[in-house]
């Protein structure tokens, strides 16, 4: 990196005197990607269900439903009728239902792993309230025995890994399949875009002002946001220039490479934000900066605003009943995941907990109740079922190839022993890519960490 | 209502305001007592007290009667172990939390029972779903004693107490260990001590039964807390070598002569069994354990203890060095083990979502359907939300069944309560119809719709 700035830095200095001035040094391009993903699905088999209550995760419900999949992919959706490619595996799913895998947003397994003690807290860099420098991949434990729940006990088959909340910028984000691995690398989702995990509220001020550190106010928070983001666009400026034009390389700024990344639309905010007037600030802020905002993650009070959130095309990220754990989650309401999608928002559950993640079908299944109980129309389980996939998939950028069974989608598919928004039914087989990584009928298709292996309870059902 | 005001007063108990006779009719019932569910049933409640409940059940002139058909109806949900009451808003809200005292010089002298505010949220938004009683304990601050527990109701008056220092809650495990200056062994010595205080102080018992041959001296009055004579004895020297302050040591003698249970918080298997081993070491005390992660690992030892254990359901994870071997299957291997084991929300958010207990009661429900799991019964399932807590902390018979003269906490449901997409519909409690309405109903009335309108919507409803 050194000898091209300073060749260029010659070039300036000749062209002082030369009629024509000597064509600058060619722009270096920064690897975007340079802790790149290297998962490969596992092998499969083709595989037919039949007879089965198929969610499509996009609204529909098929009853009597067929389900194909094969070399990774979603062959074909349908009903009873859909004929049976020569040699495929047949499972009976009368009784049972068929659903795409669950996609965590929220999680914070590997970086707050199990056991929770102190030497594994790698979450939140909380030295300085601007971190967008980090990335969670580097503190992901894939050892954490969590994982292996979230697939099993949850049918969650891909999960968003986010710093957390105590900083206002806490770093990238990094999606990630649900499948064991050695490194993170092995398991990061192919082509799933980074998110920058931002704050609002009580964490940041808390964490930092308490140490007489800004911020210390929620107008500190947006201050010091502002600031940041002005130097931002100024850095991006920079770096525009430098690639159309060539010449001196600007010096590099981690935390700036993120925030870039974002004014670019390449990495995407998951901001956590509990109350309706700090979203709304939080939008006006994106405006003025020209970036985007994907999700406001914990947005317990959305429903007051969801007409916003609509307008702005930002999704809302929610819990179906915490509430009072914290004064900004003072005005949580059950009904809030259901007014947010009956507004025409984007909604989803979260689990932000490596227990509620094994049950976020019953949140949606709790959303949905009491969505109905207060009288609020177009609810059904195959339309809650857009909580628990797709609409996680869009806010993560990865629609395109999971979220819904779809022709041509990874296969992504959980196979439920009975109605999955009873308490009464668990994940009988969850598949990735087609590969399958769980059979409850099969105690060898069920992953044991390397944390468990000689401990009380090795290879348990758990 | 049958009861003179003097007993009542001394139970403590919550009478009902307006407690009527009611019958709820063709609903499908579930007792609590372990049984599953009766069709057609009919279960009648008359001056706050439950009369009957099954099929072929009497509805007595002039009830008021309400057709349950569709509906099931069980006794209200038992919070097993919980700190429902003690707080509004649990962080970042100063004066609205009462779970634990960090700077108090007290440990096992407190007493939770005049911090519960029946007002708070929480006890509103458990109550509308069907959480009518619950076991209250406080948190252990800098020492392995967190204090005095008491069973609370849920209902919408300004008498919340079922049973004040009804138990007292000790950590003996990572956290005992922590708040015991580092290690096990301090911990177990830190107890040891207590009890030898607490057995010095035996000395300057005062009988309960001298209240009823005249009260000489007021300040020597067994009143409520027996423990007080103790603290005004006159003659009540203590030895010099003393931790605890004399109010600890003597809220820990009842708990010594086995007159207030101890509910012991430990995880870990060899926990469990040290605790046994405290129970043989002191017979005539009342163990109840909390907790409990690795119980299946020791369940026969907790069996042959009969020692009652209030459990977290849904632990899974190895979330510390004290749960390794968790599994969901957990109490289902100490239920079939004989282990007289509840459901408990520890260190759960068991301040506010009690009613979490009811979907992990369906859970556990489930895991009857897993190859290699243990799961419970319905019937059982339901009774360690209901009968099994209150058993475990003594009140068992007054609370937690549908059972004739038991306290009439009725909730008739949407449909199968261990179900999340059922709801409560109607809750009683003592008889008393209550209201379900909270903070968060009203917040969604305001913004059920978000058309501008005339007015802002502080101006609405």
Known sequence: MRFPAIAAAAAVLLSACAATPPPAAPAVRINDDPYPSTYVRYPGVLTVIRHATVFTGDGQQINDGTVVFGNGMIQAIGGPGLPSPAGALEIDGTGKFVSPGIIDIHSHLGVYPSPGVEANSDGNELTDPIHADVWAEHSVWPQDPGFSRALVNGGVTAMQILPGSGDLMGGRSVVLKNVPGRTVQEMKFPGAPYGLKMACGENPKRVFGSHDHMPQTRMGNIALDRETWAKAVAYKHEWDKYYAKGGDMPKRDLTMDTLKGVLEGRILIQNHCYRADEMANMIDMSKEFGYHITAFHHAVEAYKIADLLRDNNICAVMWADWYGFKMEAYDAIPQNIALVHNAGACAMVHSDDPNGIQRLNQAAAKAMAVGQRAGIPGLSEAVAWEWLSRNPAKALGILGVTGTLTAGKEADVVLWNGDPFSDYSRPERVWIDGAEMYDANDPHKRPVSDFELGQPGEGDVK | MIRSVATALLLTVAMPAAAETIAITHATVATGDGSGPIQNGTVVIRDGRIVAAGQGVAVPAGARVIDGTGKWVTPGIVAGFSRLGLTDVSGGAAGANDERADKSPFNAALDV????????????????????RAVVAPQAAHNIFAGQGAVIDTGADMDPITKARAFQFVELGETGAENAGGSRPSAYVLFRNALREAAELTRFVNPVSSSAAGEPDARLRPIQNPNESRLYSRSADRSQDVLLTRFDAAALVPVLQGRQPLLVHVERASDILNVLELAREFPRMKFVIVGATEGWLVADQLAKSGIPVIASAMNDLPASFEEIAATQSNIGRMRA???????????????????????????????QKIPGATGVSWGDALAMIT???????????????????????????????LEVTSGAEQVFIDGVQQPLDDHQSRLLERYRYLQRTDLPKAYRP
């Open chain 2, 113 to 132: 029972a005049p911090a519960i505010n029946p007002n708070y949220q929480p006890i509103k938004v458990n109550r509308a779903d069907g959480v009518t």
């Open chain 2, 387 to 417: 009968s099994k807590p209150a058993e475990a902390i003594g009140l068992g018979g007054e609370i937690g069944r549908l059972s004739p003269g038991e306290h009439a906490d009725v909730v008739i449901w949407s449909g199968d309560p």
């Open chain 2, 337 to 367: 083990a004989g282990v007289k084991v509840s459901i408990g929300m520890i260190d759960d958010d068991e301040s506010h979502r009690d009613f979490y207990e009811r979907q992990y009661a369906g859970n556990l429900v489930a895991l």
